[in-house]
């Protein structure tokens, strides 16, 4: 096997146990002589690997008992529809805040789907020196005025994480597609919170939902019964087939992130990761980020070279060293290193010694 650290933003790369053991069981699962992909979701060893994988996540992320966990398909996007669908209701309003790429499609998503329903969208990026910022604005109003605010404190794309609270009178709808488990969060100051799984998960396909079991029972659009929370729930995300090999093996994920002193333990890490690549960024005077300190991600760091003519050469010599999927997405370019729970911190090294000797071989 060729040994590559991969910065893929997503799919991103998996921990290397948990693919260990599915490589193991991919044939003979549970002793049963089939792969999990080939046996019911309905029967005992299935629902008990279930029921098992949500315990799991209740207890990494300390979710309490008046919150539904739902394992759902279609992704992230799926839930940009499904957050709509369940909560706007056909004359509701909805507070959507902008911070990058993903918040501003949710945005749209929910333009496209509200009908006679009201979508407000703030953009809360202001440029601070430059560099982008994060300015939440002081939330007052009626509890009535909004059915939910949306707002993604992760933005996969531009580097830019929210790391305050909101404050407001409303639900607040969390995308933590590319950040769920990456720190501790108190769950109880979330309406929802959702993530499609192919970043700090599992594979494609699946989403999580962590939903407050009271907000099942507001008003709904008329709806798929796929992207039905409340009929998910009411079936144990098991209404359809759900997406079985991802659930298997996001539950190998939980198992795996238990096992190395869950949420805590990984937070630790990532915020060396983090620090560490960042100190190279800054002390170089060869590679620049864009975003204030405040509202750097911890997930995705995003980074310039002085000379954009070296882009091309400086993804080859890295794929070349093994450090590969470095290129920044194609809307705003660059470079854009994505280091979720699964990257080591060997990882984090090898890429700064490489950076570090890029920038001198192409004079700083
Ligand atoms: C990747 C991502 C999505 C989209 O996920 P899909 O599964 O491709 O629909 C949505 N939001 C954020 C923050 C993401 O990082």
Redesign the pocket.
Known sequence: MSAVFNFC??PAMLPAPVMKKAQEELLDWNGQGVSVMEVSHRGAPFIEMAKSSEACLRELMNIPDNYHVLFMH???????SAVVNNFLGNNGRALYLVSGQ??K??AEEAQKLAGEAQIDVLNIVKKDNGLNAVELPVFSGSAEQYRYLHY?P????DGIEIFDDIDCPWPVIA????NIMSREIDVSRFGLIYA????NIGP??L?IVIVRKDLLSLPQLTQSSIMDYRLTAENDSMYNTPPTFAWYLAAQVFDWLKSIGGVKAIAAINAEKARRLYACIDDSGFYKNGVVKANRSQMNVTFQLADESLDKAFLQEAEAAGLVALKGHRIVGGMRASIYNAMPLEGIDALVSFMNSFAAKHGR
Do not use: L
Not at 154 to 157: G, K, S
Not at 175 to 178: F, K, L, N, P, R
């Open positions: 933003a997503g279609g992704g992230g996007r799926g839930q940009f993903w918040s499609a949710a993604c992760n933005e996969t794309v995308d933590m597609s590319s499609g799984a192919q970043k494609s396909g989403a």
